[in-house]
């Protein structure tokens, strides 16, 4: 190992045990960072709590923002109350939309071989742009111009080396009148495993945005996908005053 210098300017050599010990944390750390980021796009291949049928109605406030969602909506178990949140995680099978059924069992447990789960999560606006705004001031900045093959209209490009959007691929469909679908998806080479590979984010009212995570054979329904999830979590919402 590299010998360092004390403040007085003289060599030193680490002891022995002193490197193991950094190593170890230096494993860990890094450990726990890809853990994080699979976490991220994994999709929850185990739920917290577990799922459940019951339809009871809760009233949650998340950014100042009324949400009324049934239990099995309701992806963690411990979020299964009335009261405020800093954000609201939800799932629902494509396409219908609804929470956990036994009829769609299978969906919510990974175990059809066309995955249709969409993650949902409710949260405060962090950033002045959603992604479809990003586009043009952030991404399109950001893609190799060598366009890729794509499903139902849409054009999709790789990210540049060292964009900090590495193994990602962007999505983007042109919609006439309305603001572009954009959306980020792992290349499948970089997590062949994920279930929700791909997300959007899309400014809802007040402070609030909405961020979901779809699988990547719902591409071929993006324009469907889109305007339902919107539709879907609008009609969620209530008046807080």
Sequence with gaps: MQALRDP?????????????????????????????????????????????????LRTIIVSGSMVVVPDNMIRRANARRDGTRDRLDLYMAWPGLSGYTEADRYAFNHLEDEHRLIMVSLEPRMISRDMSARYDLVYRQLLNPTPLAAPAGLS???????????????????????????????????????????????HLEGDLSLFYRFPRNLLTEWKELDSSVQLRVQSLLRASN
């Design 8 to 56: 007085a300017g003289q060599s030193s050599k680490l002891p022995r045990s002193f490197s193991r010990i950094f190593a170890g944390a230096v494993i860990f750390a890094v450990t726990a960072l890809a853990l994080a980021i699979a976490a991220k796009w994994a999709g929850s291949r185990v739920v917290d709590g577990g799922h459940t049928t019951s339809t009871k």
């Design 156 to 202: 999709a490009y790789r990210f540049e080396d060292g964009s900090g959007f590495a193994n990602e691929v962007l999505y983007v469909g042109v919609r006439s009148g309305e603001a572009p679908f954009v959306a980020r998806c792992l290349e499948e080479a970089a997590a062949p495993d994920a279930v929700t590979p791909c997300e959007r984010d899309i």
